[in-house]
């Protein structure tokens, strides 16, 4: 889908069985997270930074087929707000995984 301009601020990562897209992208202080799973698996989704170390886990659990919505506040686990910079979306289902880069802005 590289002619579609309507992304609005969102940019797509997309994978054999997974979709995930972001917006707004950049972002302060929250984003909203959309993904596609396109068979029932558990799915997990987690917030990694530049340098590899997990920031904060969004969800760990069974989704069936269809479309989703989180959000992430810019927060780590400790609640506290994480600094601007590049992070990365990793989404894993069962024989899949994604990882999609977002950036925070303040």
């Not at 579609?4 to 940019?11: E, F, K, P, T, V």
């Not at 929250?30 to 530049?50: A, M």
């Not at 069974?62 to 590049?86: A, L």
């Amino acid at each position: 889908s590289e002619s579609d301009n309507s992304s609005n601020q969102s940019a797509q990562t997309s994978g054999e069985s997974l979709t995930i897209r972001n917006y707004p992208n950049p972002f302060n202080p929250q984003t909203n997270i959309e993904y596609s799973v396109k068979s029932s698996s558990q799915v997990s989704i987690t917030i990694y930074d530049v340098q590899g170390k997990q920031v904060k886990s969004l969800a760990d659990e069974y989704k069936q087929t269809g479309t989703y919505t989180t959000k992430w506040n810019g927060r780590n686990e400790n609640g506290s707000q994480v600094p601007s910079g590049v992070y990365f979306i990793r989404i894993s289902t069962g024989n899949e995984t994604l990882n999609h880069r977002i950036v925070m802005m303040k």
